[in-house]
């Protein structure tokens, strides 16, 4: 497990310096040490690129099937759940994902 800190005042530049050391230098380290594995998903960062695979592995098509088939409209969402690229938080103020931006359906 790994996490980043910045003061309570810090400005969003250094809010996403913080967040962005964990998710492009931090996380990928940790998967080149143990490839294949994956994450519980309350543990893990949220912005990480590749969180099908982390989260899902090999189940996120069958898991994406069903999603198709029982919530075609993509009614329940939550950041990384099956069929959630669809979907995006508007950046709030410079600091995207943080569930305070508006919920936006993605073009197609």
């Given at each position: 497990?790994?996490?980043?800190?910045?003061?309570?005042?810090?400005?969003?530049?250094?809010?996403?310096?913080?967040?962005?050391?964990?998710t492009k230098?931090?996380?990928?380290?940790?998967?080149?040490?143990?490839?294949g594995?994956?994450?519980?998903?309350?543990?893990?960062?949220?912005?990480?690129?590749?969180?099908?695979?982390s989260?899902?592995?090999?189940?996120?098509?069958?898991?994406?099937?069903?999603?198709?088939?029982?919530?075609?409209?993509?009614?329940?969402?939550?950041?990384?759940?099956?069929?959630?690229?669809?979907?995006?938080?508007?950046?709030?103020?410079?600091?995207?994902?943080?569930?305070?931006?508006?919920?936006?359906?993605?073009?197609?």
């Open positions: 497990m790994t996490s980043g800190s910045f003061s309570q005042s810090a400005t969003p530049a250094e809010v996403n310096v913080v967040r962005n050391t964990v230098v931090l996380v990928p380290i940790l998967k080149s040490v143990t490839p594995s994956g994450t519980y998903m309350n543990e893990a960062d949220v912005r990480e690129d590749d969180w099908q695979q989260f899902f592995g090999s189940h996120y098509p069958r898991l994406l099937g069903l999603k198709d088939e029982l919530d075609p409209e993509r009614i329940f969402w939550v950041k990384t759940a099956v069929g959630s690229e669809n979907w995006y938080v508007q950046d709030d103020n410079g600091l995207p994902e943080v569930g305070t931006g508006r919920l936006c359906r993605r073009s197609i």
